[in-house]
């Protein structure tokens, strides 16, 4: 007889994470601590990637100083225009 996994699996986990962790808590602490224990339910489940890419997804930082890889059109206009190449 085979017993069931442990935990969530990553995709329950996710979701319950995200909706947690988007909510406005007046004890910050407390829901950390939640958010926290639902990404060690995915550990135990599917393994530590599994916690690690919640774990990126939940709390990257969109900090505008951090360097952006890559070229865009947006990009192409701008210097056309700070560099009066148009």
């Known amino acids: 007889m085979e017993y069931p996994k442990l935990g969530m699996t990553y995709e329950q986990a996710r979701k319950k994470a995200k909706k947690f962790h988007n909510l406005k808590a007046k004890d910050k602490p407390l829901?950390?601590?939640?958010?926290?224990?639902?990404?060690?339910?995915?550990?135990?489940?599917?393994?530590?990637?599994?916690?690690?890419?919640?774990?990126?997804?939940?709390?990257?930082?969109?900090?505008?100083s951090q360097p952006r890889h890559g070229w865009s059109k947006h990009y192409e206009k701008r210097y056309e225009e700070i560099f009066k190449k148009v």
């Open 31 to 64: 829901q950390r601590n939640l958010v926290n224990s639902i990404i060690n339910q995915a550990r135990l489940h599917e393994g530590e990637s599994a916690a690690i890419e919640i774990n990126k997804e939940l709390y990257k930082s969109d900090n505008c």
